[in-house]
């Protein structure tokens, strides 16, 4: 049979964004190539901030319309010094994001073999720890909302408003959305983050209609409820006690990063931001940023990467041609390249923030060879 053809967009975007994706392509020619039941297609695009800088925008007129036609967007990450970021995110990641309908936002966090992670909790027994943060990803505090009075920051008089949008459409979608994902995990388990106590009408909105949804899962998922300051104590001293977690945007946000550094390092943390109705493609990036302090240097842990590139061939794997035939065995490809991401770091191949000596390319080629062992 012909291997499964599908087309990938990449934005590599800015300083480590660009060496991990060049990375990711390797390890997914390597996985393709091993498995030979499907093939990528990658075309890049060049939307950096050095760009916007010399031509005025990040995409192009139409550009982010023009995702459409691919089968998934892989993305590395944007932002430089010499522009504000607001303008980096708003002028492309979060309109990626809400154009194609990527309302959910994955973000799963374990430790990997032969890493540390600082919580004491866990160094007997690292499987306490191994969540799955669920971020809604369209609206709530990052809706965009709000003005400048006057236009100008710097009065002594200006006024700003930022005001959050909860939608009882975004809400149910995103808690359905989590309640599948926690049925699929071993624990079946979920636990709801909100500030319902100070914030009394869009996060009571939120608790409101996630019991409406409970209703659904009752008997088949245990679920609770945290107020997210307290969340961020339970995650440091009682990780075992969590599984799957839903949020709202900007507590999401915050508290994955907390969860990628609990893990061992921001650069090995991935994320999807997914479009469930497959209308749209979705988008796969590690959840770090550019880095600017280690641009440039070949020392950016790329396993980030590399996992965000395993959970877009899981989401790939459940992609129906027009015959109705799915593409079962990059399943497979996808459990083997996380297979081999944990051979390579428990073998000690690490790049520095994981307390090892190895360079970016040492680590992708190590994953690389480990990928046809491992098949
Ligand atoms: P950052 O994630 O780029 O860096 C934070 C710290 O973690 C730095 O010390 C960095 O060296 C380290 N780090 C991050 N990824 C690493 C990796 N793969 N390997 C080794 N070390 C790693 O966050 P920061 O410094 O707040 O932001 C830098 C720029 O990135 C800003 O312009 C920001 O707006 C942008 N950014 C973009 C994101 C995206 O494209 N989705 C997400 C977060 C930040
Ligand atoms: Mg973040």
Redesign the pocket.
Known sequence: TTPRKFSIVCIP?D???VD?TEAAVQVLGTLSDTFGTFTFQFTTLDWSSKNYRQRGYYAPEGGIEGLKKYDAIY?G?????DVP?HI??WQM?LPIRTTLNQYANVRPTRILPGTVSPLSACAADPSALDWVIVRENSEGEYSGHGGTTPSSAHAAHTVATEVSIFTRVGIARIVRFAFETALRRPRRTLTMVTKSNAQRHGMVLWDTVFYEVAREYDGRVAYDKMLVDAMTVRMVTRPQSLDTIVATNLHADILSDLAAALSG???IAPSSNLDPSRTYPSMF??????????AGQG????I?AFWSAAEMVRWLAGARDGEGLGVESMVDAADCLMQAIANVTEQGVK???LGGKSGTKEVTDAVCAEIGKVY
């Open positions: 975007g300083g480590i964004g991990i993305f990450a944007v932002g430089w010094p970021d980096s995110l990641i390092s921001i650069g990036e590690p959840i770090h940023g550019s880095a600017p302090d280690i020392i950016a842990n790329p980030g790049t520095r923030d």
